[in-house]
């Protein structure tokens, strides 16, 4: 009762600073403090979860991508501030949990219960214990009726023009006693502070589903021999029958055997030409589409690596793990493994040719983010195969890889560094200038400072038979660099301390120094 009350004084303060730190304000340092904020406040709240090895890194996977939100103020790193607290938030209330995926759906649970809450809140005040339980029920009974009501209003309204038109007449006349009703107050602010009031009453008042928990709970790291009865129908009390069917298992071994003999020769075929080709001594022939090349054949190339690891998954689900005659199957997975690790390093080289060629860029990063991934999967199908490890084990340790991998690359202000490593390439007709115009505002002083070398690539695209950038006039790119310069600046200048980052903060004094307009005043 005294933990609901001690919540129950930290709802409205958490809201009256949220309201405090954003209304009005972009991200910038005030997500970093809130986010610490509210970790703190769960941690007060649920002192069991502070021994928890999930919640603790979790905790400090979140505090970092807090403060690196604040210093390089990117997207990626903002996407995951959101995603590693929530994370964080249903390790500390779910404290004996180690599984992402069942947290995260555990967290989307809990904001479902939010109207829960609210009404289980109200009928609880003082006075209110008659009046709210009627209500409820009158809520719940009437809302099914009323879609229904309102999905037959909509089909008539479109298909008879005179109730059509007076239905528009109708609801015009909503809309003007609701514009009425809410000119006393803002509506933006009411709606704001409703985000707030739903993700602090997740957050605060966390709900979780028992029937996720006690799935979770049930599962283990290794495998168990399951045995297969008969029908109740093929039972009899006169006669035994086998209650296994080794014959299916064997049948099963045996087409896994064939299968995997024939895919790994066809591999090792294929990592060959890889390796002769790509790994040792690239040379693009003249004409070659390596456009093409990198892309359909990448794609199709982590296809086969996905279907593998399906396949690895299918056979290796249950008994064939005990089956007395499966060397031979573990050894040829092992090396079926191996050689799609071979394979995911020529994807590898073949997306390096490609940055090689024509610089840096978003989907580029993404795939050697993915490779990496990919032999994390790989190394962890290997582990599971030699030591009969279940899929729980699977998803879990390949989960945390994933989210362990994003923390950690979010921290890299990837916008600077494709425009750093693209204006220094060597191919000036390979890089794709239009990119220049998609990025960040962190990127202006940069490019201001190395305009030159954006006109020397220009001037090289203009060159070729059929240029692939269609923006090369490099007064109309001077032009773009200094309106957003000049809206940059104008909504710095105006902006307050809770949207303050240091990223922001440099390009601000480096923008000074390249725009004719602001370098006056």
Same mark, same amino acid.
């Given at each position: 009762?005294?933990?609901?009350?001690?919540?129950?004084?930290?709802?409205?303060?958490?809201?009256?600073?949220?309201?405090?730190?954003?209304?009005?304000?972009?991200?910038?340092?005030?997500?970093?403090?809130?986010?610490?904020?509210?970790?703190?406040?769960?941690?007060?709240?649920?002192?069991?979860?502070?021994?928890?090895?999930?919640?603790?890194?979790?905790?400090?996977?979140?505090?970092?991508?807090?403060?690196?939100?604040?210093?390089?103020?990117?997207?990626?790193?903002?996407?995951?501030?959101?995603?590693?607290?929530?994370?964080?938030?249903?390790?500390?209330?779910?404290?004996?949990?180690?599984?992402?995926?069942?947290?995260?759906?555990?967290?989307?649970?809990?904001?479902?219960?939010?109207?829960?809450?609210?009404?289980?809140?109200?009928?609880?005040?003082?006075?209110?214990?008659?009046?709210?339980?009627?209500?409820?029920?009158?809520?719940?009974?009437?809302?099914?009726?009323?879609?229904?009501?309102?999905?037959?209003?909509?089909?008539?309204?479109?298909?008879?023009?005179?109730?059509?038109?007076?239905?528009?007449?109708?609801?015009?006349?909503?809309?003007?006693?609701?514009?009425?009703?809410?000119?006393?107050?803002?509506?933006?602010?009411?709606?704001?502070?409703?985000?707030?009031?739903?993700?602090?009453?997740?957050?605060?008042?966390?709900?979780?589903?028992?029937?996720?928990?006690?799935?979770?709970?049930?599962?283990?790291?290794?495998?168990?021999?399951?045995?297969?009865?008969?029908?109740?129908?093929?039972?009899?009390?006169?006669?035994?029958?086998?209650?296994?069917?080794?014959?299916?298992?064997?049948?099963? /071994?045996? #087409?896994?055997?064939? &299968?995997?003999?024939? =895919?790994?020769?066809?591999? $090792?075929? @294929? *990592?060959?030409?890889?390796?002769?080709?790509?790994?040792?001594?690239?040379?693009?022939?003249?004409?070659?589409?390596?456009?093409?090349?990198?892309?359909?054949?990448?794609?199709?190339?982590?296809?086969?690596?996905?279907?593998?690891?399906?396949?690895?998954?299918?056979?290796?689900?249950?008994?064939?793990?005990?089956?007395?005659?499966?060397?031979?199957?573990?050894?040829?997975?092992?090396?079926?493994?191996?050689?799609?690790?071979?394979?995911?390093?020529?994807?590898?080289?073949?997306?390096?040719?490609?940055?090689?060629?024509?610089?840096?860029?978003?989907?580029?990063?993404?795939?050697?983010?993915?490779?990496?991934?990919?032999?994390?999967?790989?190394?962890?199908?290997?582990?599971?195969?030699?030591?009969?490890?279940?899929?729980?084990?699977?998803?879990?340790?390949?989960?945390?890889? /994933?989210? #362990?991998?994003?923390? &950690?690359?979010?921290? =890299?202000?990837?916008?600077? $560094?494709? @425009? *750093?490593?693209?204006?220094?390439?060597?191919?000036?007709?390979?890089?794709?200038?239009?990119?220049?115009?998609?990025?960040?505002?962190?990127?202006?002083?940069?490019?201001?400072?190395?305009?030159?070398?954006?006109?020397?690539?220009?001037?090289?695209?203009?060159?070729?038979?059929?240029?692939?950038?269609?923006?090369?006039?490099?007064?109309?790119?001077?032009?773009?660099?200094?309106?957003?310069?000049?809206?940059?600046?104008?909504?710095?200048?105006?902006?307050?301390?809770?949207?303050?980052?240091?990223?922001?903060?440099?390009?601000?004094?480096?923008?000074?120094?390249?725009?004719?307009?602001?370098?006056?005043?």
């Amino acid at each position: 009762m005294k933990h609901l009350s001690v919540k129950n004084i930290l709802l409205p303060i958490c809201l009256l600073i949220y309201s405090y730190l954003f209304w009005q304000h972009k991200l910038g340092i005030n997500l970093s403090a809130f986010t610490v904020l509210l970790l703190a406040v769960n941690f007060y709240l649920n002192p069991r979860a502070r021994r928890s090895n999930p919640a603790i890194f979790t905790a400090a996977c979140t505090v970092f991508t807090a403060i690196f939100f604040t210093v390089n103020h990117t997207g990626l790193n903002g996407f995951m501030v959101f995603l590693s607290f929530f994370i964080c938030t249903g390790f500390i209330h779910i404290y004996r949990s180690q599984y992402i995926p069942s947290i995260i759906l555990q967290t989307l649970y809990s904001f479902t219960q939010v109207p829960v809450v609210w009404l289980d809140k109200l009928q609880h005040l003082p006075g209110n214990t008659q009046h709210i339980s009627p209500l409820w029920r009158f809520v719940r009974r009437g809302l099914i009726p009323f879609l229904i009501f309102f999905i037959f209003y909509m089909i008539y309204s479109i298909a008879n023009p005179v109730f059509g038109k007076m239905a528009s007449m109708f609801t015009s006349n909503i809309f003007i006693f609701f514009e009425w009703m809410f000119s006393f107050i803002s509506l933006p602010y009411f709606f704001f502070l409703l985000l707030g009031l739903i993700i602090l009453t997740a957050v605060l008042f966390y709900r979780f589903s028992r029937s996720l928990f006690k799935a979770e709970a049930t599962e283990s790291e290794f495998l168990a021999r399951k045995q297969q009865r008969l029908p109740k129908i093929l039972r009899s009390p006169y006669y035994t029958l086998p209650e296994r069917n080794p014959v299916a298992l064997k049948n099963e /071994a045996r #087409t896994a055997t064939w &299968l995997l003999i024939l =895919v790994n020769l066809l591999l $090792l075929v @294929v *990592n060959c030409i890889d390796i002769s080709w790509i790994w040792l001594g690239f040379n693009m022939p003249h004409n070659f589409n390596l456009k093409q090349f990198v892309h359909e054949g990448t794609y199709l190339l982590i296809l086969s690596i996905l279907l593998s690891i399906g396949i690895l998954l299918y056979f290796f689900r249950a008994n064939l793990n005990f089956y007395k005659g499966n060397k031979i199957i573990i050894r040829l997975a092992h090396i079926w493994i191996l050689q799609n690790m071979v394979l995911t390093f020529s994807v590898f080289l073949r997306n390096w040719h490609y940055i090689q060629f024509h610089g840096l860029a978003y989907k580029r990063i993404g795939v050697m983010i993915f490779l990496l991934l990919t032999l994390i999967g790989l190394a962890t199908l290997f582990i599971k195969i030699k030591q009969k490890r279940s899929d729980y084990f699977l998803w879990r340790t390949n989960t945390w890889a /994933a989210y #362990t991998v994003l923390v &950690l690359f979010s921290a =890299v202000q990837w916008d600077v $560094l494709i @425009v *750093n490593y693209n204006l220094n390439h060597w191919n000036t007709a390979g890089i794709d200038t239009d990119f220049y115009y998609e990025l960040d505002d962190n990127t202006l002083p940069l490019l201001y400072s190395r305009i030159s070398d954006v006109e020397r690539q220009m001037n090289a695209q203009k060159s070729l038979p059929r240029p692939w950038a269609y923006r090369t006039d490099i007064e109309e790119f001077r032009q773009m660099l200094d309106s957003r310069s000049m809206y940059f600046i104008l909504n710095w200048q105006s902006a307050r301390w809770q949207s303050w980052n240091l990223a922001d903060a440099r390009t601000a004094e480096d923008l000074e120094k390249y725009n004719n307009y602001f370098s006056g005043n």
